[in-house]
């Protein structure tokens, strides 16, 4: 499954990273809906859950997110929806690790 969020905020590190197979963190923005999926091996074998899915989070709950590869690279983000199709463009989609 995938889960939409909206970016609510995120560190000044993101926009300085340079390393080639980061510069993906360069293009967050706050505001911008970003599609992240749930994959084995993130997804819990008990729960079939990613951890920090938001799975009962709804509304105004400011949820927090850190890059792989650049801890410094974090922020905040609203859950908008659970799709059980994903969908998410190649554009602002992740995966939970």
């Not at 967050?28 to 091996?41: K, S």
């Not at 850190?66 to 801890?71: F, K, L, M, R």
């Amino acid at each position: 499954y995938c889960v939409e969020f909206r970016t609510e905020s995120l560190s000044q590190h993101c926009a300085l990273e340079t390393r080639p197979y980061a510069r993906w963190m360069q293009y967050l923005r706050e505001g911008h809906t970003v599609c992240v999926t749930c994959q084995p091996p993130a997804m819990s074998t008990a729960t079939q859950r990613c951890s920090g899915d938001g799975h009962n989070a709804h509304g105004d709950k400011i949820l927090h997110w850190e890059a792989i590869g650049n801890s410094q690279c974090q922020g905040t983000w609203k859950k908008i929806r659970q799709l059980e199709h994903c969908s998410c463009p190649l554009v602002h989609s992740f995966i939970f690790t």
